[in-house]
Nanobody
């Protein structure tokens, strides 16, 4: 059973930092690209960053230079380090894995973790 559990969200002041973590289980974590998304009420969920099985990363323009995505294959975790946070970064952040099974790709999401940037 695929399971993604996010942690690390919270309240932070503008300019501050947070470190989100996603613990993955139930699938071959080391083989799949992992991603972080975020969503604010009334808006579509948007891609924040991805990291391939080989460690190649890609970022949305709005976070480039501020956020860093990484993964630890020994711990089956993917981390999003967020620096220089602004109120516009306030959202629920989700971890995602697209896992193939029997020729079908299934999208799995964590439950999300709330990030609030406010003074």
């Amino acid at each position: 059973q695929v399971r993604l559990v996010e942690s690390g969200g919270g309240l932070v002041q503008p300019g501050g930092s947070l470190r989100l973590s996603c613990a993955a289980s139930g699938f071959g974590f080391t083989r799949y690209t992992m991603a972080w998304y975020r969503q604010v009420p009334g808006k579509e969920r948007e891609l924040v960053a991805t990291v391939t099985s080989g460690g190649n990363t890609n970022y949305a323009d709005f976070v480039t230079g501020r956020f860093t995505i990484s993964r630890d294959h020994a711990k089956n975790t993917v981390v999003l380090q967020m620096n220089s946070l602004t109120p516009e970064d306030t959202a629920v952040y989700y971890c995602k894995a697209d896992v193939s099974s029997r020729g079908v790709i299934w999208a799995y999401w964590g439950q999300g973790t709330q990030v609030t940037v406010s003074s």
